[in-house]
C-alpha cells in the first residue's frame, strides 16, 4: 500500500513503538488511513498499534495498515483497562490520541507513552506532550494529519503550505467534490479474490447477477435517522435502475435489513436485484465492493469505504455539511444536497429525528434526480 507521491519527512529508522487511539465509529476511523501510511512513511522500522471499537480492527490488520490492534467494548471501563494493561507490556515510543472523549484522554494516561499526542482539549491540558488546535476548517483526514507535523518540523513546513492550496471541503460543477490531494491519497488497496474469503451463500448471490451489467451498490441505512434518504426514494431509485438494466446490490450492517425488506417489498424480485443486507462483514463488504462500478449511499461509513477503493460514489447529505469536514475522501465523489434551506446543518450529527418534523433536507432529494446524476455518472 503506497502513497502516489512522496512527502517530506526527516525519517526515523530506529524501532519504535507507535499506539494510535481511534475508537470512532467505522467512517471516521477509515479517515484514519492516509495518517497511518505517512505514519509508516516517517517511522519506517516501526511498530503501529491501533486502539479501536470492537470488531474493526481486523480489517485495519487484513489492509495491512497496524501491526497490532487492541478492541474496546465501548462503555465498559473494564475493557479499557484492560487494553492499557495489554499494551504496557511493551513501552511506547509515541501515543497518537485522535478520537477526542474524555473516556480516551483517561485511556492515554494509562498507558506508558514516552510522549503523547493529541488536540488542545478543555479537558486534556494536563498530560500530553504536544498538542494542536483542531483546524475545523480542513476536512477530516488533513486535520488527523495535523497531529504528525508535532513530531516533524519539515513535514510540519510542508503540511502548512499544502493543506491551504484548496478548500477540499468544496464542490465543483455537477455536485463533484473538490480532487484531494495527492500526497495524502488513499493508498491502493490489494485485494484477495473474493471466492477465498466471501461466504458461499453470498458468491452464490453474486453469481445469479447479470455478469455483463454494471452492477450498483446501494447502502439505505445510517446510524442516524435524519441522515437517511427515505427508504421509498431509495425504492424508487432501485426501479429505475433495473428498468435501465443496470444489476442492483443492497448492502448494510446488521440492524439495517428493515430498509432492504421494505425496497424488496416494493420493488418485487428481480433477476438483477440482490439483497445482502445484515449477511456481510466488513471484509467481506469490502470484497463486494471491489466487484461495483457505483455506490450510492447516505453519509455514512458505507460512503468512506468505497472512497478507500477509488469507486465512483453518489452520497445524500442532509442534516450535516460537507463544511463539517467528513466528506468521502476520493476522487469520484459526487454529493446531492439541498442548499436552499436555512434549517442546515441542525447539528454535528445527525438526528433520531427531525428538530422541525419535517426532514426536508432528505425528502425534497427526487429519485429521479438521483437517477439522471447515477446515469451522468456512470456515462
Same mark, same amino acid.
Not at 6 to 29: C, Q
Not at 70 to 82: P, R
Not at 314 to 324: C, E, H, K, R, S
Not at 335 to 355: A, D, I, T
Given at each position: 500500500?503506497?502513497?502516489?507521491?512522496?512527502?517530506? =519527512?526527516?525519517?526515523?529508522?530506529?524501532?519504535?513503538?507507535?499506539?494510535?487511539?481511534?475508537? !470512532? =465509529?467505522?467512517?471516521?476511523?477509515?479517515?484514519?488511513?492516509?495518517?497511518?501510511?505517512?505514519?509508516?512513511?516517517?517511522?519506517?522500522?516501526?511498530?503501529?498499534?491501533?486502539?479501536?471499537?470492537?470488531?474493526?480492527?481486523?480489517?485495519? /490488520?487484513?489492509?495491512?495498515?497496524?501491526?497490532?490492534?487492541?478492541?474496546?467494548?465501548?462503555?465498559?471501563?473494564?475493557?479499557?483497562?484492560?487494553?492499557?494493561?495489554?499494551?504496557?507490556?511493551?513501552?511506547?515510543?509515541?501515543?497518537?490520541?485522535?478520537?477526542?472523549?474524555?473516556?480516551?484522554?483517561?485511556?492515554?494516561?494509562?498507558?506508558?507513552?514516552?510522549?503523547?499526542?493529541?488536540?488542545?482539549?478543555?479537558?486534556? =491540558?494536563?498530560? =500530553?506532550?504536544?498538542?494542536?488546535?483542531?483546524?475545523?476548517?480542513?476536512?477530516?483526514?488533513?486535520?488527523?494529519?495535523?497531529?504528525?507535523?508535532?513530531?516533524?518540523?519539515?513535514?510540519?513546513?510542508?503540511?502548512?503550505?499544502?493543506?491551504?492550496?484548496?478548500?477540499?471541503? !468544496?464542490?465543483?460543477?455537477?455536485?463533484?467534490?473538490?480532487?484531494?490531494?495527492?500526497?495524502?491519497?488513499?493508498?491502493?488497496?490489494?485485494?484477495?479474490?473474493?471466492?477465498?474469503?466471501?461466504?458461499?451463500?453470498?458468491?452464490?448471490?453474486?453469481?445469479?447477477?447479470?455478469?455483463?451489467?454494471?452492477?450498483?451498490?446501494?447502502?439505505?441505512?445510517?446510524?442516524?435517522?435524519?441522515?437517511?434518504?427515505?427508504?421509498?426514494?431509495?425504492?424508487?431509485? %432501485?426501479?429505475?435502475?433495473?428498468?435501465?438494466?443496470?444489476?442492483?446490490?443492497?448492502?448494510?450492517?446488521?440492524?439495517?435489513?428493515?430498509?432492504?425488506?421494505?425496497?424488496?417489498?416494493?420493488?418485487?424480485?428481480?433477476?438483477?436485484?440482490?439483497?445482502?443486507?445484515?449477511?456481510?462483514? #466488513?471484509?467481506?463488504?469490502?470484497?463486494?465492493?471491489?466487484?461495483?462500478?457505483?455506490?450510492?449511499?447516505?453519509?455514512?461509513?458505507?460512503?468512506?469505504?468505497?472512497?478507500?477503493?477509488?469507486?465512483?460514489?453518489?452520497?445524500?447529505?442532509?442534516?450535516?455539511?460537507?463544511?463539517?469536514?467528513?466528506?468521502?475522501?476520493?476522487?469520484? #465523489?459526487?454529493?446531492?444536497?439541498?442548499?436552499? /434551506?436555512?434549517?442546515?446543518?441542525?447539528?454535528?450529527?445527525?438526528?433520531?429525528?427531525?428538530?422541525?418534523?419535517?426532514?426536508?433536507?432528505?425528502?425534497?432529494?427526487?429519485?429521479?434526480?438521483? %437517477?439522471?446524476? %447515477?446515469?451522468?455518472?456512470?456515462?
Amino acid at each position: 500500500m503506497n502513497h502516489h507521491q512522496p512527502v517530506p =519527512f526527516t525519517k526515523e529508522s530506529a524501532y519504535k513503538r507507535i499506539v494510535v487511539i481511534n475508537t !470512532a =465509529f467505522l467512517g471516521d476511523l477509515v479517515l484514519t488511513i492516509p495518517f497511518l501510511v505517512l505514519l509508516k512513511q516517517k517511522f519506517t522500522h516501526s511498530k503501529i498499534g491501533l486502539v479501536c471499537k470492537k470488531g474493526i480492527g481486523d480489517f485495519f /490488520l487484513k489492509l495491512n495498515l497496524v501491526d497490532e490492534i487492541f478492541e474496546v467494548q465501548k462503555g465498559s471501563s473494564d475493557a479499557y483497562s484492560a487494553v492499557a494493561n495489554a499494551i504496557n507490556q511493551q513501552p511506547v515510543d509515541y501515543l497518537f490520541c485522535i478520537h477526542r472523549s474524555f473516556r480516551t484522554y483517561l485511556l492515554s494516561l494509562k498507558i506508558n507513552a514516552t510522549c503523547r499526542i493529541g488536540y488542545s482539549l478543555g479537558f486534556n =491540558f494536563l498530560g =500530553f506532550d504536544k498538542k494542536v488546535k483542531r483546524n475545523l476548517e480542513l476536512p477530516e483526514p488533513l486535520r488527523i494529519i495535523q497531529l504528525l507535523a508535532l513530531v516533524d518540523s519539515v513535514f510540519a513546513d510542508f503540511f502548512q503550505a499544502e493543506s491551504k492550496c484548496r478548500n477540499y471541503n !468544496a464542490k465543483l460543477d455537477h455536485q463533484h467534490m473538490v480532487e484531494v490531494p495527492k500526497w495524502a491519497h488513499f493508498p491502493h488497496v490489494n485485494l484477495p479474490s473474493a471466492s477465498q474469503e466471501i461466504k458461499p451463500a453470498l458468491i452464490a448471490q453474486l453469481q445469479s447477477l447479470p455478469q455483463k451489467s454494471k452492477h450498483i451498490a446501494v447502502f439505505p441505512g445510517s446510524v442516524w435517522n435524519t441522515k437517511r434518504w427515505p427508504v421509498d426514494h431509495f425504492a424508487s431509485l %432501485v426501479q429505475q435502475l433495473l428498468k435501465a438494466n443496470h444489476s442492483v446490490i443492497l448492502m448494510g450492517g446488521p440492524g439495517e435489513e428493515i430498509y432492504g425488506d421494505a425496497i424488496m417489498e416494493k420493488v418485487g424480485p428481480q433477476p438483477n436485484l440482490i439483497n445482502t443486507i445484515g449477511k456481510s462483514t #466488513v471484509w467481506e463488504s469490502i470484497l463486494i465492493l471491489h466487484r461495483c462500478e457505483l455506490v450510492i449511499a447516505n453519509d455514512s461509513a458505507s460512503a468512506h469505504l468505497a472512497a478507500l477503493l477509488a469507486k465512483k460514489i453518489l452520497v445524500f447529505f442532509g442534516p450535516t455539511v460537507l463544511d463539517f469536514g467528513y466528506r468521502p475522501w476520493g476522487n469520484q #465523489v459526487f454529493v446531492m444536497e439541498n442548499n436552499q /434551506l436555512k434549517c442546515r446543518p441542525c447539528g454535528s450529527h445527525g438526528h433520531n429525528e427531525c428538530p422541525i418534523k419535517t426532514h426536508i433536507c432528505m425528502t425534497s432529494i427526487s429519485a429521479d434526480s438521483a %437517477v439522471k446524476k %447515477v446515469e451522468s455518472i456512470l456515462n
